[in-house]
């Protein structure tokens, strides 16, 4: 499966973004698909994820009420719609997929497939 992320990009503090990832290649049935960031110099931190089977969703803390993950089953692609954005959410951000179980999705090293960094920067 390989992953395409897009939609970064520069806007003020408050302002909204909605990342994309789409697969191709294969699709994202039976996968947890999650996003993460990473700022610089810093580790990769988990931001949200969605199972594909039930569509449950989470997310970390700092994001809860601003960032909501969806996605578009004709299209294979999952959404991160970024609002009320602040200078402290910017970072690349990845989605990645694999296939987690609850105690494991917000731990990067369980997906095994990851798209290409979308860079978002919030200006204050």
């Known amino acids: 499966v390989q992953l395409q992320a897009s939609g970064g990009g520069l806007v003020q503090a408050g302002g909204s973004l909605r990342l994309s990832c789409a697969a191709s290649g294969g699709t994202f049935s039976s996968y947890t698909v999650g996003w993460f960031l990473q700022a610089p110099g810093k580790e990769r931190e988990f931001v949200a994820y969605?199972?594909?089977?039930?569509?449950?969703?989470m997310y970390a803390d700092p994001v809860k009420g601003r960032f909501t993950i969806s996605r578009d089953n004709a299209k294979n692609t999952v959404y991160l719609q970024m609002n009320n954005l602040k200078p402290e959410d910017t970072a690349d951000y990845y989605c990645?997929?694999?296939?987690?179980?609850?105690?494991?999705?917000?731990?990067?090293?369980?997906?095994?497939?990851w798209g290409q960094g979308t860079q978002v920067t919030v200006s204050s």
């Open positions: 969605m199972r594909w089977h039930g569509g449950s969703t």
């Open positions: 990645a997929a694999g296939r987690t179980v609850t105690s494991t999705s917000r731990d990067s090293q369980y997906y095994n497939y």
